[in-house]
């Protein structure tokens, strides 16, 4: 059974750190693209991050960049998201997916499935 699991989340003082890990099972993750999602109470989806699969190039939404890493460990079947500096409008849940190809074109979740039940991120004093 193909599924993906979220954990990590927790809360955080503004300017604090969490990484998250996206862990899969029933596939092997190397072969997709693994995108890191995230909604807030009252706002829409938003893509946050994408690795691809053929270079594990990154790509980031423009509010992150400079504050969060994707990687991906392929042994142990799992694509990390490490946060810094975390700000209270990156408190949300966040989730992540996979979609098959090559190289992470966009954000915007088109494609994406086996979507994980998420990881609450908390941002506050």
């Known amino acids: 059974q193909v599924q993906l699991m979220e954990s990590g989340g927790g809360l955080v003082q503004p300017g604090g750190s969490l990484r998250l890990s996206c862990t899969g099972s029933?596939?092997?993750?190397?072969?997709?693209?693994i995108g890191w999602f995230r909604q807030a109470p009252g706002k829409e989806r938003e893509g946050v991050s994408c690795i691809s699969r053929s270079d594990s190039s990154a790509t980031y939404t423009d509010s992150v960049k400079g504050r969060f890493t994707i990687s991906r460990d392929i042994v142990k079947n799992t694509v990390y998201l490490q946060m810094n500096n975390l700000k209270p409008d990156d408190a949300a849940v966040y989730y992540c997916?996979?979609?098959?190809?090559?190289?992470?074109?966009?954000?915007?979740?088109?494609?994406?499935?086996?979507w994980g039940p998420g990881t609450q991120v908390t941002v506050s004093a």
């Open positions: 029933g596939f092997n993750q190397g072969y997709w693209l």
């Open positions: 997916a996979r979609r098959f190809g090559e190289v992470c074109s966009d954000l915007t979740g088109a494609g994406f499935g086996s």
